[in-house]
């Protein structure tokens, strides 16, 4: 029986939310506070940045309404998601489409529906809006196209001959380069876990190729990870680790310190998605280090189905509001005001916060960053993309057994083989 770790709790929040009565429709005299919970605690560039923007301009044109943001970062925020739970949620509320987190608590009906029609003239990309729909229904909207990349310093690599790997063979021998030259190759954000787990799936994505997808929800509905692509890509990141690409305390370490490795110019390459992208514009990292920050996606796998051009790519986080929001209206009023094309979707570009959900061509100007460029490129060239990271393809403890003890399979600790059965045992 698959173990579900909020179910109960969402249900429970639920049922509290039934027997507290309907939700109250504020009109427009009546002063209404709105209550967002976000997972992007910096509110100065990013991401974050973009969501206050769009907060404080809602709240200027609607004076009567209060915003009130609470901020966590990713790990801190899902542990107080299961909190509110049970205490009530905000009204509107970060989510993720993807079945890891998603499933549970659409069947615990926390999340109001949204018509899928008011969105027809929105720019949504064709499929993005998949993740976040149950039995056809809507529950949420898309705010990225999340790729995973290596940044890199260009400068560093072109002040000390290295080149741009293009096998993952290569990939390791540069690390081993690096290191000698008295540097860390990757930064890697190993202590939360997930980060690896993407890792793991950029390198199943480029053995497998178009097969990535059915292996994946394979391997998750009979509980069993031990075909051969699995323990190959298992066996890679291993041997990513083994040969020192990471650096030393990896696998304890968090997001913050891997970046602050990077953009510090202690480490030459961080592996992390393309919403950093805006790095490239981040006046707290020096100026020497930020306009030559560059990308490239994992390179092939000798004997390899995907091409340098299939990429790992998928739709993941979003918003959503409150089945149980006493302004429930004014929430989905807000919600949808973020995503006016001019609103999340331009503003996102403009500061280089990596792709849109929705088409961004309209506010291409040339000016754009060379990282935001090069991330464009990658983009539109892609033959193939990957879709839903693994760890986040199965039920929550499939997703915490994986992003829990994938540390010990990279550091040896765990065997390869104990590794996959542990996690698809999770997935029974």
Excluded: H
Aim: proline letters at 3%; glycine letters at 10%.
């Amino acid at each position: 029986m698959k173990a579900k770790w909020w179910s109960a709790a969402l249900t429970a929040a639920m049922v509290m939310g039934l027997m507290t009565g309907t939700a109250v429709t504020a009109n427009a005299e009546e002063e209404v506070t709105l209550k967002v919970f976000s997972n992007l605690p910096d509110r100065k560039n990013g991401q974050g940045l973009v969501e206050q923007m769009i907060i404080d301009e809602y709240m200027a044109e609607n004076p009567n309404v209060t915003i009130e943001v609470e901020a966590l970062d990713e790990e801190a925020y899902k542990t107080k998601f299961k909190a509110y739970a049970m205490e009530g949620m905000p009204d509107v509320v970060n989510i993720w489409g993807q079945p890891s987190f998603l499933n549970e608590v659409l069947d615990a009906g926390v999340l109001a529906e949204l018509n899928e029609a008011d969105y027809a003239d929105y720019k949504f990309i064709e499929g993005s809006l998949e993740g976040f729909k149950k039995d056809g229904k809507l529950y949420g909207l898309p705010r990225n196209t999340d790729v995973a990349v290596f940044y890199y310093n260009q400068k560093m690599f072109e002040d000390n001959g290295w080149s741009v790997p293009t096998t993952y063979d290569e990939l390791l021998e540069l690390g081993k380069t690096i290191t000698e030259a008295g540097m860390v190759p990757v930064a890697m954000d190993g202590g939360d876990g997930w980060p690896m787990a993407v890792y793991l799936s950029d390198v199943l994505f480029k053995i497998s190729g178009t097969d990535y997808q059915g292996i994946v929800a394979d391997a998750v509905a009979n509980g069993d990870f031990t075909n051969e692509a699995c323990k190959q890509a298992t066996q890679l990141l291993k041997d990513a680790a083994d040969a020192g690409l990471f650096q030393v305390g990896y696998d304890s370490q968090d997001y913050g310190t891997a970046m602050n490795l990077f953009t510090n110019g202690q480490a030459a390459m961080f592996y992390m998605g393309s919403w950093e992208a805006s790095m490239a514009l981040n006046e707290d990292i020096p100026e020497e280090i930020r306009t030559n920050i560059r990308v490239f996606t994992m390179p092939v796998v000798e004997g390899g189905a995907a091409s340098a051009t299939d990429i790992a790519a998928w739709n993941g986080g979003g918003y959503g509001v409150s089945a149980n929001s006493a302004v429930k209206e004014e929430a989905i009023k807000f919600l949808n005001y973020m995503y006016q094309p001019d609103k999340l979707s331009k503003y996102g570009w403009e500061n280089g916060v990596g792709m849109s959900a929705q088409d961004q061509t309209d506010y291409m100007t040339g000016e754009e960053t060379d990282l935001m460029k090069q991330i464009v490129d990658i983009v539109t060239n892609a033959t193939n993309v990957s879709g839903t990271p693994v760890n986040d393809c199965g039920p929550s403890a499939f997703k915490t057994s994986i992003e829990s003890e994938i540390q010990s399979v990279s550091n040896g600790t765990t065997d390869v083989d104990t590794f996959l059965a542990n996690i698809g045992a999770a997935c029974k």
